[in-house]
T-cell receptor, first 118, second 112 residues
Framework: AQKVTQAQTEISVVEKEDVTLDCVYETRDTTYYLFWYKQPPSGELVFLIR??????QNEISGRYSWNFQKSTSSFNFTITASQVVDSAVYFCALSEAGMETSGSRLTFGEGTQLTVNP | GAGVSQSPRYKVAKRGQDVALRCDPI?????LFWYQQALGQGPEFLTYFQNEAQLDKSGLPSDRFFAERPEGSVSTLKIQRTQQEDSAVYLCATREGWETQYFGPGTRLLVL
């Protein structure tokens, strides 16, 4: 069975601070995908990034960066110089690769509510 | 292009009523998923379609929940005899191949 754990329920920072959101996952599969989604107050889940299990390179996109470490089963997300508009719930998710019958459903963590104060 | 759309955005139902929630996928997206998101929790898988075939319905919580996608495009999630525990946001996601799922805005269902 797959499981995703986001231990931080809520994080509050002041604008311009850096913040890291933690994600730990469990899976028996050797091939899988990891995702981060952002859910602003409007409710829509916005895709941020997808990584496959064979690619452990860290990735940077503007103020966002992701650290994938298979050895610790973690896929952490860092926002540099946070802004008020970053306030949202952030979800980490996991899917198996190429499962025909399940369609590679997403297993989500409980989410981390990030509040960035001005 | 247009994203995934869902309607209605909000639905209030009296306990025992039937409801129907609609999902319009991104054009050309073969795979379609329904998820249920309770307040303060992450989304949980309900069911999966590949074109018109429902390949996995293992996440549907009871036989009061039914989903269909008859022409492989628009999908409807139907809940019969709604109960208060059905109150949640129902999210639809679609995917072109085997890559990223893109989500709609969700339907917020409140059962009184």
């Amino acid at each position: 069975a797959q499981k995703v754990t986001q231990a931080q329920t809520e994080i509050s920072v002041v604008e311009k601070e850096d913040v890291t959101l933690d994600c730990v996952y469990e899976t028996r599969d050797t091939t899988y995908y990891l995702f981060w989604y952002k859910q602003p107050p409007s409710g829509e889940l916005v895709f941020l990034i997808r990584r496959n299990s064979f690619d452990e390179q860290n990735e940077i996109s503007g103020r966002y960066s992701w650290n994938f470490q298979k050895s610790t089963s973690s896929f952490n997300f860092t926002i540099t110089a946070s802004q008020v508009v970053d306030s949202a719930v952030y979800f980490c998710a996991l899917s198996e690769a190429g499962m025909e019958t399940s369609g590679s459903r997403l297993t989500f963590g409980e989410g981390t509510q990030l509040t960035v104060n001005p | 292009g247009a994203g995934v759309s869902q309607s209605p955005r909000y639905k209030v139902a009296k306990r025992g009523q039937d409801v129907a929630l609609r999902c319009d996928p991104i054009s050309g997206h073969v795979s379609l998923f329904w998820y249920q998101q309770a307040l303060g929790q992450g989304p949980e898988f309900l069911t999966y379609f590949q074109n018109e075939a429902q390949l996995d319905k293992s996440g549907l919580p009871s036989d009061r929940f039914f989903a269909e996608r008859p022409e492989g495009s628009v999908s409807t999630l139907k809940i019969q005899r709604t109960q208060q525990e059905d109150s949640a946001v129902y999210l639809c996601a679609t995917r072109e191949g085997w890559e990223t799922q893109y989500f709609g805005p969700g339907t917020r269902l409140l059962v009184l």
